[in-house]
């Protein structure tokens, strides 16, 4: 049995996995924008989750959601899945939000951010974005493709965690739209294998994933230099640098 924490599981693919885990018998910690949004996993509640609060679009409120995990204890897993599509939340939630809180939660077993195809029609270049939310600078697939980096930059530096990316699909959820092609479940099936699945395939680090299989992400993903261009870009925003384990500078320097 494992405990998981997912963000974002008011709703959508977030919720679908929180309700599956439960199902099987694992321990979750659901994670709700604000009080007023606690109705719609009041089931899940009286079903044994636990549940933090905190807007993710604001800097000191993820950082109240971290504090709120790490009372509860350790997790075995994190599955990175609160995200909107557009608007000048796009990096606050998609990307500052899984970067602080991979900071600052006690480090888990396993991690697990959301990707999407459209991460491969990201810029692979960080100037000028605005992480604080205050303009717009950034689009989906910018924000995409910076998740995606940051799942690979984790499993690079932290070898005793199994850090992966998933592309869920176009599944029918409010960010998807009723129209949307893919089975939905099969949009959340990934992440809760790869947060609990003693599946040997499930226990590697540093995939691109959809639908269980691996892929090959956008080639930025997996460029040191640019990983590490990420991680510092947003160490200096957050002020709360990722704990450093076997990390190496991409000019090959110890």
Known sequence: ??????????DGLGLAAAQTLLEDGHKV???ARSTSRLAAVRDLLERGAEVVVGDLSDLEETRDVAAQVNRLGSMDG?????GVISGPAVLPVNVVAPYLLTALIERPRRLIYLSSSMH????????GMDWSGQRT???????KLFVTTLAIAVARIWPDVLSNAVDPGWVPTKMGGPRAPDDLRLGHLTQEWLATSDDPQALTSGGYWHHQRRAEPAPAVHDQGFQ???LDALARFTASPVPQQNRRSSRGEP
């Open 1 to 10: 049995m494992a405990r998981v924490f997912i963000t974002g599981s008011a």
């Open 29 to 31: 910690v659901i994670h």
């Open 78 to 82: 994190v599955i990175h899945n609160a």
């Open 120 to 127: 491969r029609g990201g810029r692979a270049r960080l100037s």
């Open 137 to 143: 600078t950034g689009s989906y697939s910018d924000s």
């Open 228 to 230: 590490d261009e990420l």
